[in-house]
């Protein structure tokens, strides 16, 4: 670690032992054995990991006689997508402040809770999903960008935010349907021909229902990717039936 980052780190336990700081999402007081984290241990324990059996490609929960319809039109390359926990409680809020409230070093805890996910064993690339020019504007920053920065100082991965661009801005999904979804993503990202044979995870904060996802492999595979693969930090309960 160069001196200076010790330094750095020396006088942020110093200021947390003078000054204790409070967690983001419960704001009872961090105790010293949280370092320098935004998010307590005990607000981290109670998000809710998905749990198997899962879709070995979409790596949504299987029910019981149903076959997964979620990924049968991702693109052949598109190889698996999981996720860390569900979009629920103070994952939610996590979500929430790390998009909207400029909490952007939220994302070394959701990172924390990513890190052991199948996709980011072996030293692939991490693509951040890019965000529209305007959205980062007045964000200050993409946080899948930040989520993939985390990711790559706790896995030895690599982020390439040069393997994919937005050809162009899309509204907010938000309050759209799964088929609207799609339609609004829809040749929504381009990729170089500098990703031929790369190994690529995406990265993003939520999945919800893949289409982003699936759009941002499409280009990437179509550019000449080997393989794609994603990781999320958290995943939207989907509607059986």
Request: aromatic letters at 4%; one cysteine or more.
């Amino acid at each position: 670690m160069p001196r200076w980052a010790e330094l750095t780190a020396l006088a942020r336990r110093v200021e947390r032992l003078l000054l204790p700081g409070a967690c983001l999402l419960c704001q009872e007081p961090l105790a010293i054995s949280d370092d320098d984290a935004l998010v307590c241990g005990l607000c981290r324990s109670r998000w809710e990991p998905i749990p198997p059996p899962l879709c070995p490609r979409c790596g949504d929960p299987l029910h019981l006689g149903l076959d997964c319809r979620l990924c049968s039109t991702w693109p052949e390359g598109f190889h698996s997508a999981r996720s860390a926990v569900w979009l629920e409680g103070s994952a939610r809020r996590a979500v929430h402040h790390l998009k909207y409230d400029g909490w952007w070093r939220a994302a070394e805890a959701m990172a924390d809770a990513m890190r052991s996910l199948p996709p980011l064993t072996g030293g692939a690339s991490l693509v951040p999903i890019p965000l529209g020019a305007r959205r980062r504007r007045r964000r200050g920053y993409n946080q899948s960008e930040r989520l993939a920065a985390a990711l790559a100082a706790r896995t030895g991965g690599r982020v390439r935010q040069d393997l994919l661009r937005r050809r162009r801005e899309t509204p907010t999904q938000t309050r759209l349907t799964p088929e609207e979804r799609v339609a609004n993503m829809a040749g929504a990202f381009a990729a170089p021909a500098t990703v031929r044979g790369c190994r690529v995870v995406l990265v993003d904060d939520v999945f919800t229902t893949g289409a982003t996802l699936a759009q941002a492999a499409a280009a990437l595979l179509a550019a000449g990717a080997s393989e794609v693969q994603a990781v999320t930090f958290a995943r939207a309960r989907q509607t059986v039936g």
